[in-house]
């Protein structure tokens, strides 16, 4: 997709997509009710029609779609710096590499990023500790659905752990991810940023988001494994002390309006 087509596709879908919902979703696009209302999803699945590649690292049209993607939207970049009267040889690359290496290290050593990346490390050595018990758990579930032991219900158990392990393992690495980005934008400039909307309010969010529902997905796994219940309250632990982090960390998060999604 060329720039002209590019713009021309927006402005003849214009009407139909919310402006910036993609901006602070999780991602998840098989589970949005607004994929019909999202440029960027839109794009992706005109693109995939047209071309038919698929995203495989080993093929080069994949890479070639990327280059494509990149130059499209170096286009745009270039023809908004023009239209601001921005020049952009003016920045120091150097300078701006220190500047957003000294914000990450300060992100860093924030007590939330700190916690949410000890979660990842845990959660995941959960599920690794844990593979054989799922696995029978999973079995156990089957051989009630053989013996005809209320079949329905069985599925519907099956379907509900599955789901919670989902969503659990979708969440793991976004919450820190967003954490840190929040952390690194700091508080916004009045020059150019609203004091609610904007991107430090809208990442921690998406990372609250994630947090209360992987403490729902825990909560589902707990009343299947009710042996593991140190190691699963110690995780509910975590996610706690991380959402009320969240909260104190950005007094205004409840206040940000994801677009589509509080609306």
Known sequence: MDKEEFLRFFEENEDRFIPGIYNYCDRWCERCPFTSKCSVFAMEEKDEKGNNVENDLRSNEFWNKMGDVMTLTMELIMDMAEEHEIDLNELDKEDFKKERVKLEQKADSHILAKLSRKYIDVNRLWFENNEKAIEEKQKEFQKKA??????????????????????????????????????????????????????????????????????????????????????????????????NGIQKTFPDVHKFIRPGFDE
Do not use: C
């Open 146 to 243: 053989e013996l005809n032991i209320t079949p329905e219900k069985t599925e519907k158990e099956f379907l509900k752990m599955s789901d919670y392990m989902e969503v659990i393992q979708w969440y793991t690495f976004q919450i820190h991810i967003k954490i840190k980005r929040a952390l690194m934008n700091g508080d916004p400039n009045p020059e150019y940023e609203d004091f609610i909307q904007n991107d430090m309010n809208g990442s921690a969010k998406v990372a609250l988001v994630g947090v209360e529902r992987s403490i729902s997905g825990w909560s589902g796994i707990f009343q299947n494994f009710p042996e593991q219940e140190d190691e699963i309250l110690n995780l509910l632990v975590m996610l706690e002390k991380i959402r």
